[in-house]
């Protein structure tokens, strides 16, 4: 067996539970076939840590969080908790782990698979072959600003207030890994922001530009606002490669990504942090879908984005390419066979449970690997 790396895996609530299973089995095969073994543990995370201790993350899940080389992160949030106090939300956690860890890049790629073309609400020629990277800035912006809360203005009146703001640093390392990525990809990153209203938008732009000149001049930049992208996203995706942008832009823009693609059933992320002095790189790997509490329990949730996830941990983590490839390449064949789960199902298309699709996709390592 290859090194043993400590792995973290919080399922979560809903279908995070469901999804992270098709995953485990992965983990399995790698150990047999490929003689890769991690060190894994599991903890509570979100609504269901909250009911059994007292908080949606401990400080003890926090801290393995911290000294783990990386963390699969499933889903948290349901309609049980959502009367529960902003502070041990469900969706608290994932902040913390975001902050805690200063997960600060945020990678989200919306890929169209050839066999899911028709699953769209867009016509076919505007997104097939589509490959877009949405880089958002996660650790900062009006997620975190302060000062953030609601106060009493009169007897009659309150005023709740959230808080935009970067500093140079926060837009300076998210330009940097922007230009870095789109090095590896087209060369090409379009910079997304409100210029023409936010003060952070032009501090956003301007830095973005310096850092451009500086040290990627050969890096093909555009700016372009939030709002405008978020309509050319929809009337010609294909103009775009990689879009940097905030963390609240980021968060928008990246479900309207989501959805060019058919599902969001289909979409992983990464969230990384720069190398620390020790040479070490923290990351979280979930799926853009949330725990979708109306299908949890039934074993229908699509594990494909855990699954892709996965894939992205290895290689962002890792550097294992070759075995994240591995991953990707099964997922494109085992949907071009036909087999769909049902957020992405069509005519004539045989539909699977969420175990059923981590059995074919263990199916199609077996045949890839020649097994
Ligand atoms: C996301 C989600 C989260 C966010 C929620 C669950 C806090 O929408 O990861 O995009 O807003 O960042
Ligand atoms: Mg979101």
Redesign the pocket.
């Known amino acids: 067996m290859i090194k043993n790396k400590k792995l973290l895996i919080l399922p979560g609530d809903g279908i995070g539970k469901e999804v992270i299973e098709p995953v485990l089995d992965i983990i399995d095969w790698m150990a047999k076939y490929k003689s890769i073994s991690f060190d894994i543990s599991e903890r509570l995370v979100g609504g269901e840590a909250y009911d059994a201790e007292g908080d949606s993350i401990s400080d003890k899940t926090l801290d393995e969080a911290i000294n783990s080389d990386a963390v699969l992160f499933g889903a948290v949030?349901g309609p049980k908790w959502d009367n529960v106090e902003r502070e041990k939300r469900p969706?608290a956690a994932?902040?913390k782990l975001r902050k805690e860890l200063d997960l600060f890049a945020n990678l989200r790629p919306a890929i169209v698979f050839d066999a899911l073309v028709n699953a769209s609400s867009l016509k076919k020629e505007l997104i097939l072959g589509l490959d877009i990277l949405i880089l958002r800035e996660l650790t900062s912006g009006v997620y975190f600003g302060k000062p953030r809360g609601i106060e009493s203005i009169n007897e009659n009146e309150k005023k709740a207030v959230d808080t935009q703001s970067y500093t140079t640093s926060e837009v300076q390392r998210i330009a940097r890994v922007a230009f870095d990525l789109a090095k590896k990809r087209s060369n090409k990153v379009t910079s997304v922001e409100k210029a023409n209203v936010m003060e952070t938008g032009m501090f956003w732009r301007k830095i973005v530009s310096e850092i451009h000149e500086s040290e990627y001049n050969d890096v093909n930049l555009t700016h372009m606002y939030a709002d405008n992208c978020a309509m050319q996203l929809i009337r010609e995706p294909k103009q775009f490669d990689l879009i940097v942008t905030d963390n609240l832009f980021g968060?928008i823009l990246?479900d309207c990504a989501a959805m060019l693609t058919g599902s969001l059933g289909m979409l992983p992320s990464a969230s990384i942090s720069n190398i620390d002095s020790t040479g070490k790189r923290l990351g979280m790997y979930e799926p853009?879908h949330?725990s979708a509490p109306d299908i949890a329990g039934q074993n229908k949730a699509n594990p494909l984005a855990m699954i892709m996830s996965f894939a992205m941990m290895l290689k962002y983590s890792f550097d294992m390419d070759d075995e994240s490839k591995l991953i990707e390449k099964s997922v494109q064949k085992v949907l071009a066979n036909g087999l769909r789960t049902l957020d992405i199902s069509q005519k004539g298309m045989q539909i699977v449970s969420t175990d059923e699709m981590g059995k074919a996709i263990i199916e199609q390592l077996n045949v890839l690997m020649g097994n």
């Open positions: 949030g969706e994932l902040l968060d990246s853009v949330g």
